[in-house]
């Protein structure tokens, strides 16, 4: 599997069961609080594909894999 380069993450925080983005890739929103569930989390890390819409703009970041702290993604989500 090709490596994926570090523009392509985006750091999460995980309080209780539920999922932050500390800010919107897409729009800039601050402390968006996601729909995914703490098992899709878990199918992110075990590296299944996993698409995920943002409530702030509806932007998508379509999830490779993930780890304790980042999700891995198809696209550059950093500038």
Avoid at 49 to 54: E, G, M, N, R, Y
Wanted: with cysteine.
């Amino acid at each position: 599997m090709d490596v994926i380069p570090f523009e392509n993450t985006w750091p999460y925080e995980k309080q209780f069961d539920d999922i932050y983005l500390h800010e919107c890739p897409f729009c800039g929103e601050e402390q968006v609080l996601t729909h995914m569930k703490p098992e899709v989390l878990e199918q992110a890390k075990e590296g299944i594909k996993t698409s995920l819409i943002l409530p702030c703009c509806h932007g998508k970041i379509t999830i490779l894999e993930a780890d304790e702290d980042y999700f891995w993604a198809d696209e550059q989500l950093r500038k």
